[in-house]
């Protein structure tokens, strides 16, 4: 009999057991990112474009006015969106990092812990896109959809939407007339410059249908009540000053939260709130304590809403070597150029090959046609130190770095930046080999930087030294032949089916190969 009554016991423990295991009602996690894109949504007041489910989403939660990430390129922000951590202080801050090295010792990427707490963790496309390591998908993440976990078990997901990385498809359904946006200040307004604006909207337009599906399969499952929704971008827009640089434009990010029972819809948050802030709310959320304190915060935290500053910092980019440190209150932004001897424009084969507006500009910066607050991004070297009035300036065309009415703000924001370096991010600095002191010709030869390069290709090791800073990049012809290039494509038709344009050595090389076959 006691035998019997034991076994009972011992099933009856089973069966609770069970119970609590498949009965846990933890809130699951869906983390939203698209790529490449500044808060240009109608939520957010951009003129011309057409979001409702972004902006559905932002009735049905809080919408953050002042949220940034901690640098303006993928794989960096991305590293540090992964950990907590700002990139610098994981030594994940290189972009397209050839040498990569593990976290430091007790930094965890966040899809590990929530799967050391019993989540299912999912990456629900390919791009992990991390430089630290492990670095790949299997190694990060459990599965590729929320729905391989157990019954009951809740679940991490994240997924990316990456139409806006200059994929830049016309939307047959509404496009955009170009006299309907509104450019910044420091863009020419071209029938050129206005079309490839309002292109780049008209692919937010579809991917806001893709964001659109994703919470509808969440709600149809059943999982909309009791799952922490977060939309972002990974980092600012693909466009001039934009990312790769820690103006607004590259730094600045659409972010919503969307909780439940937790957050009350249709809130505006003015808090000044960074991309790293959203691991500490969802592990809170989670009840799960980070191994090492993170540098991020929880998002409904007292320290989030007094918060004064956010800090952000720019180092290699693809090929391209250059450093920025910059630190931005609710009304002031400085920019610390840890390489003003280069230009802002030096080569970069991606934004060659992918901006058409590099090439308008380009051109008309050569030809005198640009206004001083235009032709300053061109100029063939950097101030050390750029400081922007925002409350004047939301654009930041006027360095007022060395007007002596905000000496006071100057040293100030200069103090609070050197000891978030110093004692938070624990700052490498620029080292000597970076530089590249010494190692190219002081003057381009001849023709473009990409043709130098590709011709020299096996006398330099351009993984360690970068490409040549050499600006201008392109003589004045080459530039009117990239933005002949680029026009049918800037300009086509709404159902069009053409292909970008290669305008760069590489991609004129792969067309011809292709063309071979």
Known sequence: MKFVLSLLLVFAIGVVDAASAFADDRPNVLWITIEDWSPDLSCYGTKGIHTPNVDKLASEGIRYE??????????TSRSAMMTGFHQNFIGANQHREYDKQPLPHGIRPIPHLFADAGYFTALMTYKTDCNFLPDQKGELFDGTDWKQRADGQPFFARITFGGTHRQWKRDPQRPIAIEDVELPPYYPDTLFVRRDWANGLEQMQLVDR??????KRLSEEGLADNTIVFFIGDHGRCHIRGKQFLYDGGIRIPMIMRWPGKISPGEVSDDMVMSIDICATILEAAGIDAPVPLHGKNLLSEEVRNRQYVFAARDKMDETHD??????????????NLMPDRAYCQYNQYKEGAYPVLAEMNVMHMRGELTPEQAAFFAPSKPELELYDLRTDPHEVHNVADDPKYANVREEMLRELKRWRREVIQDKGVSDEFRALDV????LPAGSVDEWVHANADKYDYEKFGWPSWYPTRTLEQWESARKAWEPWVFRDVDSKMQRPGVTIRSQQRNLKKKKK
């Open 440 to 443: 190219y010709p002081e003057m």
């Open 66 to 75: 002042r949220a940034f990430t901690t640098s303006p390129v993928c794989s």
């Open 210 to 215: 893709e964001v659109g599906e994703i919470l």
């Open 323 to 336: 450093a920025m440190r910059a630190i931005r209150s609710s009304d002031f932004k400085l920019i610390h």
